[in-house]
């Protein structure tokens, strides 16, 4: 077998018991992966209580570290084991015990649970018996024995459960041989990866022939803070090559050991797709890197796909023996270049595999993981395996000027009193006593209703006669809605029981059990900056409404305790200004650098008009609907191609499209409709292409407005419609006041922070569609008076050469002077 003593020449490989256990020992089905099971908060009580209760002379928390050659390679294991019992006399020999929460008895719990629990606790008493072993003078004849006790404890019940064997050196032995050797043939072959993406690393060149105008410099910064950790703050406009710029010394750092792995994050799919496209033309130049996208889990997901069925018991057939079929998975997938969801679901379907969880399991052996922004800061659904500190990763967020307004909706958390009722319905006959708790929830959530009223609290706002609402800040212990949290705790719990028993809720209740899991983890989290809002509608009435949320108003120290997972962290996007605003919606630390480039291309290129005779404001849009229909129609017909006018909002853009088409039948007219489907989107895209006429109406800020090159004579103008203010709501509004009233003006005033910064925001990266390349010429047209305010001038990026029409005629001669120069 292994030799605990012989010599190699490899490093020891620092192995925590743990890791080991997780990745060979583990066999059966993925039920324990589902949201269940007892909470982590309940475990460390579990195990603080029963660690107090043990008697004299024992230890808790007892420290196994040793060296064992297995294979050939040195492999230090390490672990903390529960409790260990000293030996008390010659007959009886040590004993390790091993703590296990649960809601039900250990015999009603999945085998290969329980299979996992001991393999585990097998693996310590290795650890010990190695550690005595090495201790003991002739270790050759010591063929001791260890008393391993597993202690199941049965939160339900409140009650332990105990089960105790005694192994010898030679079974516990072959036990681990087994474990670590299967690790260690994984282990080779990622490190026989890992060579040959470090050697192709270092000899890569930048993929292009020459660096445009910014990109050496943005490059330059970028490997710098992967080098030395830390943050990095660009603003590198449109067109610049930002993906590449910062993806090529990333690579750089990862080819010379200053990170272990790449994190790029992005909102949007053509963020995705570009990182795509860059690590292919990469590939293509000799690099050995993979590259794992990972996509959301409905959208991959085969029993909502319909290539799958759940059977009996509501489990999905692949998840039945997940982890017997994982490694020859595993085995396939390790260095691909590119493990997109197609590739993942290939082989997940030919080895009948979940392929969302199948993407998981591959995160720790890939290079760079693109995914979406809240795999790292939702609360919810981060993910575990880019918490590991023993890796030094890089963080690269994308298109950074989204982050603060999604990270507000991450640590929000909404329960609503309709779409519990329904929950508790669609249990009525299969899960009787989950539907119980849920009407429970429901009584709790009327109380708390009920109590703002009978204590006299005025209503924060009413939108209208049949709408209360009442803010309050949830710091004070007497505004908590302690009750409904109780009850939350109660239908989680039942939850989680069925889920234990491989009984899983109906399917129907998914996306309003996801929503409870989120109250109850913003709950644990929430601080200052968030409030409580208590909503009824159509009060006094049978379908009366009531939402209870949680709201955030600055997730700023959340985002920063995320970064601080990670060795370096690199924000960029188009538009991030101004510095103090991004730092402090951000939660960047204020010594980070922030290097802002300029435009790669010549000023020239992109016209610019401020028509201010426009007035968009929402009280004066009826008397602007002509003014505005005037000016697409001089934009439209200066010079023939592809035009998009951006609306703050659906109702105006109807409005606008309904008087446009009753003057111009003759032109046909592009409307983005609410809730764009990606194939309604791929139509629109479609006839913005080279040669056509195109006319079309888009959202500000949607997805026809962000993420998408339309290069050379796809887009030739654009008009901004407003300077596109966020809606004014209550939420908007607490924002607002929650700004001036901290005393912390380093992002500006309320007003700014709540609606004018964020509209910028829109409008620059609206405005940034126009021009792509070098070769592109195109127009902007900002149709609002207020657009020649100070406050948005001093927004304004550098290439821009603004002109000021005063009318519709000027507008016209300023176009066709710009079109005649072409």
Request: charged content about 25%.
């Amino acid at each position: 077998m292994s030799d605990m003593t012989a010599e190699s020449d490899a490093p020891p490989l620092q192995l925590p018991v743990g890791q080991l256990v997780a990745f060979a020992c583990r066999r059966g089905d993925l039920i324990g992966d589902t949201p269940g099971g007892p909470s982590a908060q309940e475990g460390i009580r579990a195990h603080q209580k029963l660690q107090k209760q043990r008697p004299p002379g024992s230890e808790a928390e007892y420290r196994l570290q040793v060296q064992w050659n297995c294979e050939g390679q040195a492999v230090i294991l390490n672990g903390r084991v529960d409790i260990l019992h000293p030996q008390t006399d010659l007959h009886r020999p040590v004993q390790l015990d091993e703590i296990k929460t649960t809601y039900y008895p250990p015999r009603q719990l999945p085998e290969t649970v329980r299979q996992l629990h001991w393999a585990q606790l097998k693996i310590y008493g290795f650890c010990y018996l190695l550690q005595r072993r090495a201790d003991a003078e002739n270790p050759a004849t010591d063929d001791g024995r260890v008393a391993l006790q597993m202690l199941w404890h049965n939160l339900k019940e409140k009650k332990t459960y105990l089960e105790l064997h005694e192994f010898s050196w030679s079974e516990l032995e072959a036990f681990a041989h087994a474990a670590v050797s299967e690790y260690l043939h994984w282990h080779r072959s990622w490190q026989q990866h890992r060579q040959q993406v470090q050697t192709s690393a270092r000899a890569l060149a930048f993929p292009f022939p020459d660096y445009r105008p910014g990109q050496r410099e943005l490059a330059v910064a970028a490997y710098r803070c992967l080098r030395d950790g830390g943050e990095l703050v660009v603003e590198a406009p449109t067109g610049i090559g930002k993906t590449v710029s910062t993806l090529f010394p990333a690579i750089k750092a990862l080819g010379e050991a200053q990170v272990d792995q790449l994190v790029y994050l992005t909102a949007k799919n053509s963020g995705r797709q570009m990182v795509r496209e860059t690590a292919a033309r990469l590939h293509d130049k000799g690099l050995k890197l993979s590259l794992l996208e990972i996509q959301a889990r409905d959208k991959t997901c085969a029993c909502r796909l319909g290539l799958c069925s759940r059977d009996a018991d509501g489990i999905c057939p692949r998840a039945r023996g997940f982890f017997d079929r994982l490694p020859a998975a595993r085995r396939q997938l390790l260095g691909e270049p590119q493990l997109t969801p197609s590739v993942i679901a290939e082989v997940a379907d030919r080895l009948q595999l979940c392929p969302f969880e199948l993407s998981l399991q591959m995160l720790p052996w890939v290079d760079l993981v693109v995914c979406d922004f809240n795999y790292v800061f939702d609360p919810l659904v981060r993910l575990s395996a880019l918490q590991d500190h023993q890796q030094r990763r890089a963080l690269l967020v994308d298109e950074a000027h989204n982050l603060s307004d999604r990270a507000r909706v991450m640590y929000s958390a909404t329960l609503n009193r309709r779409d519990s009722r329904r929950a508790a319905a669609a249990c009525k006959s299969s899960h009787p006593g989950l539907r119980r708790s849920i009407q429970s929830l429901v009584r709790s959530l009327d109380k708390w209703v009920t109590e703002r009223r009978q204590e006299g609290a005025t209503p924060e706002a009413i939108a209208s006669r049949d709408v209360e609402l009442w803010v309050t800040p949830l710091s004070e212990a007497e505004c908590h809605p302690a009750a409904v949290t109780r009850a939350a705790h109660k239908v989680v719990a039942e939850v989680s029981q069925l889920w234990e028993l491989s009984q899983p809720p109906p399917e129907a209740i998914g996306d309003w059990l996801t929503a409870l899991y989120r109250y109850l983890c913003i709950e644990q989290l929430q601080a200052e900056q968030h409030r409580c809002l208590t909503r009824v509608e159509n009060r006094d009435t049978p379908w009366q409404e009531q939402q209870l949320k949680l709201l955030c108003l600055n997730a700023a120290d959340y985002l920063q305790q995320c970064y601080q997972e990670f060795h370096a962290v690199i924000a960029f996007s188009a538009t991030l200004r101004p510095a103090a605003y991004i730092y402090h919606q951000l939660g960047l630390r204020a010594q980070s650098p922030y290097l802002l480039l300029p435009s790669p291309f010549r000023p020239q290129q992109l016209g610019v008009y401020l028509c201010s005779y426009v007035d968009t404001r929402y009280q004066a849009r009826h008397r602007a609907t002509d003014a505005l229909i005037d000016m697409v129609t001089r934009v439209y017909r200066s010079r023939p191609g592809n035009y998009l006018v951006f609306f703050p909002s659906y109702r105006f853009l109807q409005q606008v499209a309904q008087r446009f088409a009753e003057r111009f039948p003759q032109i046909e007219l592009l409307l983005q409709e609410p809730g764009t489907s990606d194939r309604e989107r791929a139509v629109f895209l479609e006839s913005f292409s080279e040669g056509r006429r195109s006319l079309g109406f888009a959202i500000m800020g949607g997805v026809f407005g962000e993420g998408v090159d339309y290069v050379g004579e796809r887009l030739v103008g654009t008009i901004l419609v407003g300077v596109g203010l966020p809606q004014v709501n209550e939420e908007q509004e607490l924002l607002r006041r929650a700004c001036d009233t901290s005393g912390d003006h380093l992002g500006g005033s309320g007003f700014d922070i709540a609606y004018r910064y964020p509209g910028m925001t829109r409008v620059l990266q609206t405005a940034g569609r126009v021009i792509r390349t070098e070769s592109d010429r195109g127009v902007l047209i900002l149709a609002d008076y207020r657009f020649a305010d100070p406050f948005y001038r001093a927004l304004y990026p550098e290439h821009w050469q603004l002109q000021t029409c005063s009318s519709g005629e000027a507008l016209s001669n300023g176009l066709s002077r710009f079109w005649e120069l072409e």
